[in-house]
């Protein structure tokens, strides 16, 4: 108990005495219960050695287990990871949660990110619990907290020998990241409805699977009556996956689960990452071709799923 204790000091004093302005979400303080919430943290930058051992503001964890007796070696890193972000150029990444999400960048270039709000949050708890996902009503009571907690963590590698030190990225940059999508006409559109029927079975434009099927096209997309009676007895009526230039989105009865962002910067950046840390990848020049395409395509695809008896028809309306 004592050693958990001088941890926790430790941590708190490192944390503390970090360099930098807070961090403060763009989430207000307010939550939808009209109580007020918001912990800001300054930047937290945690160096790892050649050896994988991290250290914050010079302290690294063997000087911490000396002072407390605690045995962090499961805070260091495996030597692998660290030998592959030095190999591949990568001196650091970063994760800040903005509140409107979590941001990463790579080398301080944005990357796809992931976007939520309150109520997309509480709609990704409900559909947990629908699934039987253990805790999920104390997960609720944490989820605005989430958004309210400013935190910006910066893992920084070896870097190679002779390379120049690439600047993190700014932090006012960073509560502002958001998607700029390209004003561009859409390179391909596609929009199709997809209908269930009591048996679970899919139908486009009343071609069915079984259709399909009598015409030697097979399309396993039929759904398990147990999935069916799971949609029902949650009244879960509808579904769509939108994929728009600033992102892809998912909705549950009109109502949005949290999403990724991007923009054909976000994209670029990510086939450039996974080039650098993959060089020997025979898939390079296919990420290089295609993320770049997802953000120009224009994607609806709504699902339609049996109405149980007694429950009114939720309106299905593509986005």
């Not at 918001?38 to 994988?52: N, Q, V």
């Not at 690294?60 to 890193?77: F, N, P, S």
């Not at 997960?139 to 963590?153: N, T």
Request: charged content about 20%; overall charge negative.
């Amino acid at each position: 108990m004592k050693k958990s204790v001088w941890v926790v000091l430790a941590i708190v004093a490192l944390l503390v005495s970090a360099c930098g302005p807070a961090m403060v979400p763009a989430a207000g303080p307010e939550t939808e219960s009209g109580e007020v919430f918001t912990i800001a943290l300054p930047r937290i930058e945690i160096a790892f050695a050649a050896d994988g051992t991290p250290s914050v503001l010079g302290l690294d964890l063997t000087q911490v287990a000396r002072y407390t007796g605690a045995d962090l070696t499961v805070y260091k890193m495996p030597k692998f990871y660290v030998d592959w972000m030095t190999a591949a150029g990568i001196q650091h990444l970063e994760m800040r949660q903005t509140g409107n999400g979590i941001g990463l960048w790579v080398n301080g270039k944005a990357m796809p990110s992931i976007g939520w709000s309150d109520a997309s949050l509480q709609k990704s708890a409900d559909l947990m619990a629908m699934f039987n996902v253990q805790r999920t009503d104390m997960l609720r009571k944490f989820l605005p907290i989430v958004r309210r907690l400013g935190l910006d963590l910066v893992l920084l590698f070896p870097k190679q020998e002779g390379a120049a030190d690439i600047p993190l990225v700014n932090p006012d940059e960073a509560v502002k990241l958001a998607a700029n999508p390209s004003s561009a006409p859409a390179s391909a559109v596609v929009k199709f409805e997809i209908k269930y029927d009591e048996n679970g079975v899919p139908g486009i434009l009343g071609i069915s699977a079984a259709d399909l099927a009598a015409m030697g096209i097979q399309a396993p997309l039929a759904l398990h009556p147990a999935y069916l009676d799971l949609l029902k007895r949650n009244n879960i009526q509808n579904m769509e996956l939108r994929g728009k230039n600033d992102g892809l989105f998912l909705y549950i009865n009109g109502e949005p689960l949290p999403n990724i962002v991007w923009d054909d910067t976000f994209l670029n950046n990510a086939a450039d990452a996974y080039a650098e840390m993959n060089p020997q990848s025979p898939y390079i020049q296919v990420a290089k071709t295609i993320l770049p395409l997802v953000s120009k395509a224009d994607i609806a695809v709504m699902v339609h799923f049996p109405v149980a008896e007694g429950q009114k028809p939720i309106a299905a309306k593509m986005h």
